[in-house]
């Protein structure tokens, strides 16, 4: 079936660090790509996209790059800041589902930044 | 625009009790999906349902869980006889058609004690 794997955490770093959170996923026909954030307490917030191969999604200074041929889609950042601490899970839409947003989640990887 | 609201954001029940989460989509979103966070896990699906109908349930407990989105109103996830194992976070999240963006709300964290 459909899955995504994640890096385990938790992910330690400095502030300014290179950041990356690999991610590889399993699927049949070409689903959607996602990069969703969750800070402590709150809920899950889109972080960035990329919905066909090749295609990357960035923001805030993070990038992934959706790669069919390695079926990754690996998160990364040049700089983190202290403000980046969060869980980040990746999610791939179920392209089972009939063009609805079933989205199937890895298992979330906290980072966590130090000053 | 309003986002996802879900509420209560927390909400603790003793076992057996039945507990009761509400969903308001974004406006101009026809399409809402429970997820179920257990502690230090991902999200998984459970039901994706649209005004009036549940198109997919798979993700569903087939004993004590139901879900709702009627024609007024939020959507709600029922729980019916509350056990311990169901202490989690339950999020919604929503959608417009076509877009491949889905909206998430907040959460409630239900406690069952």
């Known amino acids: 079936g459909n899955s995504v794997t994640q890096m385990e955490g938790p992910v330690t770093l400095s502030e300014e660090a290179f950041l990356t959170i690999n991610c590889t996923y399993t699927a049949t026909g070409y689903p959607s790509l996602f990069w969703y954030v969750q800070y402590p307490g709150e809920g899950l917030q889109l972080l960035l996209k990329a919905t066909k191969a090749d295609d990357k999604g960035s923001n805030k200074g993070f990038e992934a790059t959706y790669r069919k041929e390695t079926t990754s889609f690996h998160l990364e950042k040049g700089s983190v800041q202290v403000s980046d601490s969060a869980v980040y899970f990746c999610?791939?839409?179920?392209?089972?589902?009939?063009?609805?947003?079933?989205?199937?989640f890895g298992a979330g990887t906290r980072l966590a930044v130090h000053p | 625009n309003a986002g996802v609201m879900q509420n209560p954001r927390h909400l603790v029940r003793r076992r057996g009790q039945e507990a009761r989460l509400r969903c308001s989509p974004m406006k101009g979103h026809s399409h809402v999906y429970w997820y179920r966070q257990l502690p230090e896990e991902g999200l998984k699906f459970m039901v994706y349902?649209?005004?009036?109908?549940?198109?997919?349930e798979s993700g569903m407990p087939k004993e004590r869980f139901s879900a709702e989105f009627p024609k007024e109103g939020p959507s709600i996830l029922r729980i019916q006889q509350v056990v311990r194992g169901d202490s989690a976070a339950y999020f919604c999240?929503?959608?417009?058609?076509?877009?491949?963006?889905?909206?998430f709300g907040q959460g409630t964290r239900l406690t069952v004690v």
């Open positions: 999240a929503s959608s417009r058609t076509g877009d491949t963006e889905a909206f």
């Open positions: 349902l649209q005004k009036e109908n549940i198109i997919d």
């Open positions: 999610a791939l839409s179920d392209p089972k589902s009939g063009g609805y947003n079933k989205l199937i």
